[in-house]
């Protein structure tokens, strides 16, 4: 296929994105939620712990935004988010299956790097491979949780790259998961990837409530779609890139998008 011949570098760079991403979020929960672990005993307020690593993942968004390869893929690192692009015809047809692809393979993968690297304490339940579940109040209450952060994501992106605040789309983005996972984790486990499930859900073997993760991140951000369609029009050279004001090729606006 053409475009897999010339595109699979930008395949692997989501990969690598969410593969990252999931390295991060593993080792800063082990460092701070594991028993063993001197941050644990340091810090034994768990919503300070929860912010913490909310900070942490917030930069580990940040940074894969503005790393090289990140601006070249457009750092989507998340299905829902390539779907939504997709819906908007940002990104072709099979390069959003690519991608798609891609996202699940780099979110299993790192997950599988986190576990040679943590060894068994990734196992352990205080760790439990960063899995995400419901919480306490129940599947309904983090159906409605996922789709509303998919849904506020969704819509910062698209407002942030439509505007004079483009270059800041990824700090934007790194905020508002710093700011979920401190808030409304306790709900679902903050997710609003079904791929970043599915890769702690492979090793872990916990599918609780699965089809939530599945079903509501991709009708939250196509929801956000249609409200942004709506409200206001694509701003011109607008594709479907997080960063786009950078010196690395850019797949989405090179020709025509077709399957």
């Not at 690519?98 to 352990?124: C, E, H, K, N, T």
């Not at 960063?130 to 309904?140: H, L």
């Not at 050279?237 to 989405?252: F, M, P, T, V």
Request: proline share 6%.
């Amino acid at each position: 296929m053409t475009r897999l011949r010339r595109h699979w570098p930008e395949y692997l760079m989501e990969a690598w994105g969410l593969g990252t991403f999931m390295v991060s979020a593993c080792v800063f929960t082990a460092l701070l939620e594991h028993p063993a672990s001197p941050m644990r005993s340091l810090l034994p307020d768990a919503f300070v712990r929860r912010a913490l690593i909310g900070v942490a993942m917030g930069v580990t968004a940040i940074g894969i935004v503005y790393s090289p390869w990140g601006q070249q893929s457009g750092a989507h690192i998340n299905p829902s988010m390539t779907l939504a692009f997709l819906r908007l015809g940002r990104i072709a047809p099979t390069d959003a299956a690519f991608y798609v692809a891609a996202q699940f393979a780099g979110a299993a993968m790192g997950v599988l790097v986190s576990r040679v690297v943590l060894g068994g304490r990734i196992a352990d339940p205080s760790v439990g491979f960063a899995v995400t579940v419901p919480g306490a109040a129940g599947v309904a209450t983090a159906f409605g949780a996922e789709i509303a952060i998919s849904f506020g994501m969704m819509l910062l992106v698209l407002a942030s790259t439509g505007s004079r605040l483009a270059p800041w789309t990824g700090v934007f983005c790194g905020i508002a998961v710093a700011l979920y996972i401190t808030f409304e984790a306790p709900l679902s486990g903050m997710s609003m990837n079904p791929a970043r499930t599915f890769g702690s859900a492979v090793f872990a073997d916990v599918w609780t409530a699965f089809w939530v993760y599945l079903v509501a991140p991709p009708a939250g951000m196509l929801l956000a779609t249609e409200v942004h369609r709506r409200r206001s029009h694509a701003a011109p050279g607008a594709c479907a890139k997080l960063h786009h004001a950078n010196d690395r090729r850019c797949i989405h606006c090179a020709g025509r998008l077709t399957a």
